[in-house]
């Protein structure tokens, strides 16, 4: 079994700042990809955000130079942290754990971001 639970979501103005955490546990050692996806109303679910294992990162473009996803080294923990926040990005954020050895999936319940202009 594994549980992943985000954290840190809130309300905040624009041009304001938010960071987001997640940790997944349990049975977690052939995750080796995790991520940040969110649904803003009326949208589907979309990326925000990757890190693998080895550091290296994905961001979707309406996010580039204002976030910045980070991993713990030893912990299967990740954050997000949101910079400069726009109306745009209000909505729910949740956390994946994934396996490519098993693409087994986790997701987390989501945290909800607001962001008032």
């Known amino acids: 079994q594994v549980q992943v639970v985000e954290s840190g979501g809130g309300r905040v103005q624009a041009g304001g700042s938010l960071r987001l955490s997640c940790e997944a546990s349990?049975?977690?050692?052939?995750?080796?990809?995790m991520g940040w996806y969110r649904q803003s109303p009326g949208k589907q679910r979309e990326l925000v955000a990757t890190i693998l294992n080895n550091g290296m990162t994905h961001y979707t473009d309406s996010v580039k130079g204002r976030f910045n996803i980070s991993r713990h080294k030893v912990k299967k923990m990740v954050f997000l942290q949101m910079d400069n926040l726009e109306a745009e990005d209000t909505g729910i954020y949740y956390c994946?754990?994934?396996?490519?050895?098993?693409?087994?999936?986790?997701w987390g319940q989501g945290t909800e971001v607001t962001v008032s202009s």
């Open positions: 994946k754990g994934r396996s490519s050895y098993t693409s087994a999936e986790y």
């Open positions: 349990g049975r977690i050692s052939y995750i080796n990809v």
